[in-house]
Nanobody, 124 residues
Framework: QVQLVESGGGLVQAGGSLRLSCAAS????????MGWFRQTPGKDREFVAT????????YYADSVKGRFTISRDNAKNTVDLQMNSLKPEDTAVYYC?????????????????WGQGTQVTVSS
């Protein structure tokens, strides 16, 4: 079992920045890849970013590439998502998710655990 707790969401104006954090517990943190996904009402969950267990492989969705940065600290069991140049279309509930393996993946069905989510709202 893995427990995940997100923090750092909030309301920000377009062009601003937010940093999301996720604290994990329950398994050896470096043994699984971590991902950030987001969801808005009426839409499917959308991949945002992923990082492999040891942090060497990272993928981003095209919509956030160049603006968002994912990072992890295996000593602290945390994964962060730095979001810059935010746009109104980034508004969503953001979920931190843990994969079943250490390999980074953009596929949502490869993630087994997720947190409660944190709301990010970007005003225009």
């Amino acid at each position: 079992q893995v427990q995940l707790v997100e923090s750092g969401g909030g309301l920000v104006q377009a062009g601003g920045s937010l940093r999301l954090s996720c604290a994990a517990s329950g398994r050896t943190f470096s043994s699984y890849a971590m991902g950030w996904f987001r969801q808005t009402p009426g839409k499917d969950r959308e991949f945002v970013a992923t990082i492999s267990g040891r942090g060497g492989i990272i993928y981003y969705a095209d919509s956030v590439k160049g603006r968002f940065t994912i990072s992890r600290d295996n000593a602290k069991n945390t994964v962060d998502l730095q979001m810059n140049s935010l746009k109104p279309e980034d508004t969503a509930v953001y979920y931190c998710e843990a994969s079943g393996s250490r390999w980074a993946s953009t596929r949502g069905n490869e993630y087994e655990y997720w947190g409660q989510g944190t709301q990010v709202t970007v005003s225009s």
